[in-house]
Nanobody, 123 residues
Framework: QVQLVESGGGLVQAGGSLRLSCAASGRTLSSYAMGWFRQAPGKEREFVAVISRSGGRTYYADSVKGRFTISRDNAKNTVYLQMNSLKPDDTGVYYC????????????????WGQGTQVTVSS
């Protein structure tokens, strides 16, 4: 099993930046493709970004493409989400997740989830 802990959330003004981190313990992170998801109040959870085990492949939701960057440091067992040019619509709880078998945008394809970190973007 792997345990995931997100950090780095907070309150930021529109146009600002935040960097989220997801630290893993229990198993080496290099065994997993890693994704970021978010859930806004009253809305369903949605895919944000995914990165392959080696970090050589990434994919983003259209809503964040060009503004967010997912990366990983397998030596540190950590995945990051750099968020720039933040908008109020980016507000929500951000979750990282680990997928052992596939590189996917589907939440159901992930085996482990963190508890989330709140991101609030004010206008």
């Amino acid at each position: 099993q792997v345990q995931l802990v997100e950090s780095g959330g907070g309150l930021v003004q529109a146009g600002g930046s935040l960097r989220l981190s997801c630290a893993a313990s229990g198993r080496t992170l290099s065994s997993y493709a890693m994704g970021w998801f978010r859930q806004a109040p009253g809305k369903e959870r949605e895919f944000v970004a995914v990165i392959s085990r080696s970090g050589g492949r990434t994919y983003y939701a259209d809503s964040v493409k060009g503004r967010f960057t997912i990366s990983r440091d397998n030596a540190k067992n950590t995945v990051y989400l750099q968020m720039n040019s933040l908008k109020p619509d980016d507000t929500g709880v951000y979750y990282c997740a680990a997928a052992e078998r596939q590189f996917t945008v589907e939440g159901g394809g992930y085996d482990y989830w963190g508890q989330g970190t709140q991101v609030t973007v004010s206008s």
